[in-house]
């Protein structure tokens, strides 16, 4: 069991460009989930997948996010025409279906917007 | 809505004292409870969780937490405090399968 990866660990950016993380679930969960954090905050739920499909957004998702997880095993977070406000680490969470379908968290992406 | 408050947003303790982390939650239905640790820079570690049964629950490092509905509440304990908990600990709810709703976290210190 390797665990939830991500990559990158960080990425500076400047202000209008697009970025994307990468996030590899453990290999048997079905599910997977991004949260973003921000400095001195908990992690707040951006969406959740289920396989393929994306079954939950959260307000805080807005139209320059995507995710996809395209063969229901890793994910990517796209953000189009950065801003200094996405500047937070952006965690990446899966677990397998069911009552014990606990998330298990990722090392996350910290992102820097100049 | 689902919430947490964690009311204390420092502690510090010395070593080899015992703790306790308070965390209050808001969820309409029977709810799933977490404590997570984050250390700078990195990732949450799952110390424990509660679906059901045992209202008193053991996780990882020593510690445990107890489930009071009456209270809707979730403490963290642990009897004796050592340098390497020095961390940020975090309380979660959250239903089957869906979205963790998580507190603001408790910055832990420990003095030697």
């Known amino acids: 069991d390797t665990g939830v990866s991500q990559n990158p660990r960080h990425k500076i950016t400047k202000r209008g460009q697009n970025v994307t993380f990468r996030c590899d679930p453990i290999?048997?969960?079905?599910?997977l989930y991004w949260y973003r954090q921000t400095l001195g905050q908990g992690p707040e739920f951006l969406t959740y997948?289920?396989?393929?499909?994306?079954?939950?957004k959260s307000r805080l998702l807005s139209d320059r996010f995507s995710a996809e997880r395209p063969k229901g095993s890793f994910s990517t977070l796209e953000i189009q025409r950065t801003e200094q406000g996405d500047s937070a680490m952006y965690l990446c969470?899966?677990?397998?279906?069911?009552?014990?379908?606990?998330?298990?968290f990722g090392p996350g992406t910290r992102l820097l917007v100049l | 809505a689902q919430s947490v408050t964690q009311p204390d947003i420092h502690i510090t303790v010395s070593e080899g004292a015992s703790l306790e982390l308070r965390c209050n939650y808001s969820y309409g239905a029977t709810p799933y409870l977490f404590w997570y640790v984050q250390s700078p820079g990195q990732g949450l570690q799952l110390l424990l969780k509660y679906f059901s049964g045992d209202t008193l629950v053991q996780g990882i490092k020593g510690f445990e937490a107890e489930f009071k509905r009456s209270q809707s509440s979730f403490n963290l304990r642990k009897p004796s405090v050592h340098w390497s908990d020095a961390a940020e600990y975090f309380c979660?709810?959250?239903?089957?399968?869906?979205?963790?709703?998580f507190g603001g976290g408790t910055r832990l210190m420990v003095k030697p």
């Open positions: 969470a899966s677990s397998s279906t069911g009552l014990a379908g606990t998330q298990y």
């Open positions: 997948f289920q396989n393929e499909a994306q079954l939950e």
């Open positions: 979660a709810v959250g239903g089957e399968g869906n979205m963790l709703t």
């Open positions: 290999s048997e969960h079905n599910r």
